[in-house]
């Protein structure tokens, strides 16, 4: 009886130690498409910034001098916004760029080529491989009315990804939030910055934990249906 015990306790261990690198696979599967979620979700917050400050004067572009989002007026700050004529043969070398923020003055002309012109009213999430450096963007195509010659307008918001295997940009705290199962809702500004990050980093991720739990009950049922099995047989 007790190398049968021992036996199915080794099974059942057997299971967990496969059953959870399975979830390790998921788990980071699912944590790398949270992540791209949360960046999509930032640029399309940024392209409604701009369009919202976006306006048209004699099919020419008026744009504020600095924008709300600070990066977008820091040269080379990793995020970027340009604005293009919705129709292109997307052979450009930049002669088609209607407005560039300040930080993407030194980003280099051949990503132009790149940039996706989706229809009036579509959006497009894409990555960017350029040379060394990777991307993310978001891409909408709008179209202004100025009297009777309305004018198509492509914005691209970039967002340099380069070392995100190496070095990921810094989460915030609303991503932290989502990560640890938090509803959209929750407000991360009640306390200071730290201190949200502290309470974050301290949580427990309950869906995790539900998931691997799940998984255990149901492995130490099958073995006590298998104890419970040999037992009638012997």
Not at 58 to 72: D, G, S, T, V
Not at 88 to 95: A, C, F, L, P, Y
Not at 113 to 134: A, C, H, I, M, W
Request: net charge negative; charged share 20%; with cysteine.
């Amino acid at each position: 009886m007790n190398s049968l015990k021992a036996r199915l306790t080794f099974s059942a261990l057997l299971v967990i130690l496969l059953i959870l690198p399975v979830i390790g696979i998921t788990l980071n599967n699912a944590f790398e498409s949270h992540i791209k979620t949360s960046i999509k979700n930032e640029l399309i917050a940024y392209s409604y910034s701009i369009l919202a400050v976006t306006e048209i004067e004699n099919k020419h572009i008026i744009m504020p001098e600095q924008l709300l989002e600070n990066r977008f007026n820091v040269i080379d700050s990793g995020l970027y916004a340009l604005i293009q004529k919705s129709t292109s043969n997307n052979q450009n070398t930049g002669d088609d760029n209607l407005w560039l923020s300040s930080s993407a003055l030194t980003l280099e002309s051949t990503i132009y080529k790149t940039l996706n012109r989706p229809n009036v009213g579509e959006t497009s999430f894409y990555e960017v491989l350029n040379d060394t450096k990777q991307y993310f963007v978001y891409t909408i195509t709008v179209s202004f009315n100025e009297g009777s010659h309305p004018l198509g307008i492509t914005l691209s918001i970039l967002i340099d990804q380069t070392d995100l295997d190496k070095n990921p940009r810094k989460l915030t705290p609303r991503e932290c939030a989502q990560l640890q199962g938090f509803p959209q809702d929750y407000i991360v500004d009640a306390v200071s910055l730290g201190q949200i990050y502290k309470q974050f980093g301290n949580s427990v991720c309950m869906k995790v934990i539900d998931a691997v739990a799940d998984q255990m009950v149901d492995t130490l049922a099958n073995a006590e249906e298998m104890i419970k099995a040999k037992r009638d047989v012997a």
